[in-house]
RNA sequence: UGGGGUGUCGCCAAGCGGUAAGGCACGGGUCUUUGGAAUCCGCAUUCGGAGGUUCGAAUCCUCCCACCCCAGCCA
């Protein structure tokens, strides 16, 4: 697994360009800037990477920035948040973390600068009036009455407006630039709106708010950015940012590049969204597990490499795209296979009495914690006349393909001794309650003196020193590849996966789970991968999280003869 | 029906006039004390379509088609 060799795209290739050319005096300065109205989540973290990954490539350095220009959606439980994520994620903005609001005085300044130069003008038009005035999509709007007003009108009216003198929505402040524009962004847009909500740093310091267009380009340019990277849907906007920096005295002028932001299968990746599910109570938070937010992932286990690894698997490019999340579970995956020490916890257990192995008896059995990494060392496994092993490695009439536990079939229990069923316990209801078996002495660790094979291994515990847990499995949260896609009348919601989470209770695991760090990562032999729980599990009842199964051929074949049945 | 974009394997994605990288998925083999992992092999005579230019086109030109974005005092 080479993490080294980052795969090139058109953005890489501009900055290196740019860097050729000399054209920012050799410097490469991005930015990622949220806005704190919600969590990050993985579409977030394809940009991180991409703007920390630039600056850290290139020797540059990538600015965290809150875009803070709407204090009614905003808070500071997002900021910290999103400091957390991008920290955990495995960047560092070190001294370069910012807000937009830092920069209010600055950008009314710079408002007042346009209003001087005619270039801005205090627009008294209502809501719907200045949406009637925009015209449509083929036609061109109309001048606002207001648009010839003169600039010491326009300057007494905005500082009025700062004054707190007009009730919200009374007066904007708009850019002077072209009401025919085929490009509906350029039809004299609202720059500064009054909005008398206290915001999350200033306070009640300003009653005019900067709106997205006019604050971004601003900010960027303040901080020197050399490069200023958005996602699709802001190209309509990127004449705008430009107009803007063209038409003020900056510090610099920033380029505006574009990529097409990540859609991942079988999830929803929209703040709106992801919010509604939050306030439906349809997940238990944003770090429901099961959210594809980074906060949900970090809690379900997954590691903070397997996100950039997938980051820099998808590539960079302008074209709209799903990636299939097989891909992100691939990523897990090879980092989780490499670092998690391999534990058994059997998920629903079936008793298994050893009806010739001595009662009262608990021998100890060794077994690597990782067999292809001695280095992470072993630990001891007791092993004694009851066991349990999972319910899906015994079937009374086996089919062909099945070569686990059946009535007079000898199996290995991994690093134990090999098993032959000799009885099958049942209750009146004909369910099968426990399982009569006998071992061979001479099989102790998983081999025999005669090197007889045996066609399955099983994972077990042993009854008596097992401890119980709670085992969270998730699933995708939707049914469909693409939830939007749903029939008339309904939306995403339509598709939510009602077996999303299964919570299976009395699962047994080997006693070296007992001490497990909150967090810790392991690897349940044959299973899957598997943390403990960092918000609910406790040392006396351990929680786990289903972080990904193994890859299960088994489950392949099983589907497969399913269809052929069918 | 205005403007701005995008179309290369089931899903991503390289390619930038010299004859289709890579990853995931999928199928098969080897190995195996995880039906895991590892490893090997296979997987686009063809690049949205149709014309044209050229010795040569996914790459250049023309026309057409499909999809995405824009009419918040959201970002």
């Known amino acids: 697994m080479s993490t080294t060799a980052i795969a090139s795209n058109f953005i890489k290739s501009i900055v290196e360009e740019d860097l050729r050319t000399g054209k920012n005096n050799g410097h490469v300065i991005t930015r990622f800037p949220p806005e704190p109205n919600g969590y990050l989540h993985i579409g977030h973290a394809k940009s991180i990477c991409l703007n920390f990954g630039l600056a850290r490539e290139f020797n540059g350095a990538c600015h965290l920035r809150f875009d803070d220009t709407n204090p009614i959606k905003e808070d500071v439980e997002y900021v910290e948040s999103i400091k957390r994520d991008v920290r955990w994620l495995g960047f560092d903005w070190g001294d370069n973390m910012f807000f937009a609001s830092d920069y209010f005085d600055q950008l009314h300044d710079y408002a007042v600068a346009l209003i001087r130069r005619d270039k801005a003008y205090v627009c008294s038009l209502s809501t719907e009036e200045i949406r009637a005035y925009r015209g449509t999509l083929t036609e061109p709007g109309r001048d606002s009455p207001y648009r010839n007003r003169g600039i010491e009108e326009n300057l007494d009216l905005f500082a009025r407006m700062r004054a707190g003198e007009f009730e919200e929505g009374r007066h904007v402040l708009r850019a002077k630039i072209d009401m025919a524009s085929p490009n509906v962004s350029l039809r004299d847009p609202v720059i500064y709106r009054i909005k008398k909500a206290a915001h999350h740093r200033t306070g009640d310091t300003w009653c005019i708010y900067p709106m997205y267009d006019f604050a971004h380009c601003l900010s960027d340019s303040i901080e020197g950015v050399t490069h200023s ?35 991942l299968s079988y999830t929803v990746l929209s703040k709106r969204k992801l919010i509604q599910l939050v306030q439906d109570k349809t997940v238990s938070g944003w770090d429901d597990p099961r959210m ?101 490695d015994f079937m009374e ?46 099989s102790r660790g998983g081999g025999t003196p005669d090197g007889r094979k045996v066609k399955a291994t099983l994972h077990w515990v042993c009854a008596q020193t097992a401890k119980p847990a709670q085992v969270r ?21 339509f598709n939510i996966n009602p077996n999303s989470l299964e919570v299976l209770e009395g699962c047994q695991v080997e006693p070296h789970l007992a001490g497990a760090e909150s967090g810790s990562r392991w690897q349940f032999e044959r299973l899957g991968y598997y943390s403990v729980d960092p918000v609910e599990s406790t040392p006396e009842e351990l929680i786990f999280n289903r972080i990904i199964s193994l890859r299960d051929t088994w489950a392949k074949v099983q589907a497969a003869e399913g269809k052929n049945a069918s």
Not at 237 to 262: K, M, S, V
């Open 397 to 442: 009439e086996p089919p062909k393909k099945f070569y686990r536990l059946a009535p007079g079939r000898e199996v290995r229990l991994r690093y134990g001794y090999y098993i032959t069923c000799r009885e099958v316990i049942k209750n009146d209801h004909g369910e099968i309650m426990e399982l009569r078996c006998t071992y061979d002495p001479a």
């Open 229 to 263: 990277i958005c996602t699709l849907e802001f190209e309509n906007n990127r004449p705008l940012y430009h107009w803007f920096l063209d038409t003020l005295e900056t510090p610099c002028h920033p380029e505006q590049i574009e990529f097409a932001r990540l859609n």
């Open 473 to 493: 499995i998730y699933n995708h949260l939707f049914t469909t590849a693409n939830p939007n896609e749903a029939p008339e009348g309904k939306d995403f919601r």
């Open 292 to 392: 594809p937010t980074i906060s949900g992932m970090r809690r379900r286990g997954v590691p903070p490499q397997a996100l950039r690894s997938f980051c820099d698997r998808i590539g960079v490019a302008r074209a709209d795209s799903m990636v299939d999340i097989s891909l992100l579970e691939h990523c897990i995956r090879e980092v989780l296979n490499i670092r998690a020490p391999r534990v058994m916890a059997v998920l629903r257990p079936l008793k298994v009495v050893i009806t010739n192995y001595p009662e009262g008896h608990v021998d100890e059995l060794e077994a690597p914690l990782h067999p292809e990494n001695p280095e992470m060392g072993n630990r001891t496994i007791p092993f004694a006349r009851e066991l349990y092993i999972e319910r899906d």
